[in-house]
């Protein structure tokens, strides 16, 4: 088992497959205008897969395919249909903005995906649209319902939750995902990139979430799925659904943290949070072996030494603070969460 110096396995693997999106939303790609990527840069499907088995080989079993949207990526199924062959057969999942989801839910179902999270931070159309800059709240329930349509379990909604943006819908998201039995996950607000001007103030914490949604619903704790699942799940005492917190800024989770990213343009990325990526493009390109390959993600992975959650906790809590400009991170739209 590939384990790096805190003696974390690389389980899971998430691939941006574009850093393309249809969305501005305000806490992820808040600029209107962005240099995209030339599509030169962007890995093959053919170089997707077999990085994407080199690290099955290493240990990883999931694999979440993320932008970016990674539906604005051209015949998307074909390379699910490709990572579903592999040897080893990872767990498939895709997390989508949902706008395109229903023209092309049976065919990603065909493909071999199973799992799908669709991101829904509002369901009121005029917000949601304040939000996206440019969604259409409409067809995002469109693709959610298809994908129910078309079989796909479990379907996740993932919503962050801003201080005074659509903090007042929680219990209307819960209601909503009760209703038509759909799972939900609710994400504190974080620091990520460099261009959404996070605060604390704008951080509604997930104990503060617990709080509203079990005045009306009591929870049970369930916990972490594997131990190490980024979110902490609550089943409602009366059976009808569960829900999640993915609780980053107050509870950081980065001592059971497993997953590995890979960029559009071929980095390998060992912290949602992180700087810098290491090059892996070039050197498939320039003709490296399988074995050459292993030997390079070996290594990084074994130096790997991230806890930028647990880092970012104790400056919160020391007298100086916590400036998310002290730290320049990769920004959303190459690593997709």
Request: glycine share 8%; aromatic share 8%; hydrophobic share 40%.
């Amino acid at each position: 088992m590939l384990c790096d110096i805190y003696h974390r396995p690389v389980q899971d693997l998430r691939i941006s497959v574009t850093d393309r999106c249809n969305f501005r939303c305000t806490y992820c790609m808040p600029l209107d205008e962005y240099e995209w990527l030339a599509k030169s840069e962007i890995l093959s499907f053919e170089e997707i897969t077999r990085l994407a088995r080199l690290f099955v080989m290493l240990g990883v079993g999931k694999i979440r395919l993320t932008g970016g949207e990674p539906l604005a990526r051209r015949d998307l199924e074909k390379l699910i249909a490709k990572l579903a062959a592999l040897e080893g057969a990872p767990e498939l999942c895709l997390t989508t903005n949902g706008s395109l989801l229903a023209e092309k839910a049976a065919a990603l179902k065909a493909a071999g995906l199973r799992r799908i999270n669709v991101s829904i931070d509002s369901l009121k159309p005029e917000r949601f649209r304040q939000i996206t800059k440019r969604g259409d709240l409409a067809k995002v329930l469109d693709g959610l319902f298809a994908a129910k349509h078309h079989g796909f379990h479990p379907i996740k909604i993932n919503t962050v939750i801003e201080r005074g943006v659509n903090d007042d819908e929680i219990l209307d998201l819960v209601e909503f995902s009760r209703t038509y039995g759909f799972a939900i996950r609710f994400i504190e607000y974080m620091d990520v990139g460099n261009a959404n001007h996070w605060t604390s103030e704008k951080m509604v914490s997930k104990q503060e979430i617990l709080a509203i949604i079990s005045a009306k619903f009591p929870l049970r704790e369930v916990g972490r799925v594997k131990g190490s699942a980024p979110s902490v799940d609550y089943q409602f005492v009366d059976g009808r659904g569960d829900i999640g917190v993915i609780a980053s800024v107050t509870e950081p989770f980065c001592t059971t943290c497993t997953r590995v990213r890979l960029t559009a343009d071929g980095r390998l990325v060992t912290c949602l949070f992180s700087s810098h990526g290491y090059d892996l493009k070039t050197l498939m390109r320039n003709g490296a072996s399988d074995t050459e390959l292993l030997d390079v993600i070996s290594r990084i992975w074994r130096g790997r030494r991230d806890r930028y959650s647990e880092e970012r906790l104790a400056a919160l809590r020391s007298p100086r603070g916590y400036d998310p400009q002290d730290h320049k991170k990769i920004e959303m739209i190459s690593l997709g969460g």
